[in-house]
């Protein structure tokens, strides 16, 4: 046999292994969607139309997407195993009535497992835009999981005056413990998974939450990954679909992104003056009673991903970026406004899908207050 052929094969092998290689964040990827109103008539910014609604579940069900029940796609994080490419989990927050009356049948009529956190007080008090515990066994039923939302609804990460660390822990962790037990008791069902009020949450809950052994997911957008050990398996994203977030166009671009390549992420820790790997979501008046801008650095595993990448701050735009080879340090150009802000980070993956990073913050005004709500 001549050596030509072997040569040709060997090229053949090589570019199918990098291939193979450069494909491998499409074997490794999931989406969770977050809904709450299906509604023509609730708040726009948390509602999506019943027919926008069909319209995303006929997409969903066009493009081949594997719906998978979120808590086995949690466990299926834990374990480290690969997520097939196009895999999504659909969840919906606060447990309102619509869920039942509007998504459950067309989801029911597709045998497609959901998830709905669930924040007990409203339920337990028979409040007429929530669900009922019936609904939510009738939809157990039907492969619907039924997580914690907490009793209250409350901001976890805001501390009352002259509240200590411990009592604030104590208040925070009952909120949560008395909600996964009202879960227990009236469906049976007992997941460990919590969705943050507000997508709100900071260092201290981060670890509170990793000590009781619940996964969390806030309300920053991303696609989430199989392995990632910069990621706190507190603290996951999921893409948002209420008001102008929901769109047909926008969901079709989210429902197909890729998470980040990223290895690393830190933030510039302003008191202490050094680049820490800890998550800091909080924003405060420094001691001069400034805000200041938060600052990322970001560590990717290709550098040309580096070069492609476009950052966004809520509110004003692209943000400053600085690159160097895999590294890219990334600001924004004044404080961010009181209130919940994001930095969200995207690049082009080739074949029309995008790459997608975000990093949320609660900020207060200059006088260290929070924004009312």
Known sequence: MSSAPVSASLKLFVFLCCWQLLLSPYAEAAVVLQYHHIDDHSPRSTSTSPALFRQHLEHIQQQGFKVVPLPQLVASLKAGEALPDRTLAITFDDGYLSVFTEAFPLLRERRWPFTVFVNTKP????????VSWDQLREMAKHGASIANHTVTHDHLVRRRPDESEEHWQDRVW????????????????????????????????????NGKRFT???????????????????????????GDYGTLDDFRLKVATLPLPLVGVSQYDIVRGKWRGEEHPLIHPNAEGELMAPRLRLTLADASVATRLTCFVSGQGKALMNRRETTVEVTSARPLSPGRQRFNCTAPAGKGRFYWFSRPFVSTDAEGNWLPE
Do not use: K
């Open 123 to 130: 339920i337990d008090e028979g409040w007429n835009q929530f």
């Open 216 to 242: 969390a997911f806030g309300q920053h957008s991303g696609a989430l990954p199989s392995s990632a050990g910069w990621q706190s398996q507190q603290a996951l994203p999921r893409f948002p679909m209420g």
């Open 174 to 209: 009952q909120d949560v413990y008395q909600a996964e037990q009202r879960i227990t008791q009236e469906t049976g069902q007992a997941h460990r998974l919590l969705a943050y009020p507000y997508g709100e949450y900071d260092p201290e809950l981060l670890q509170l939450l």
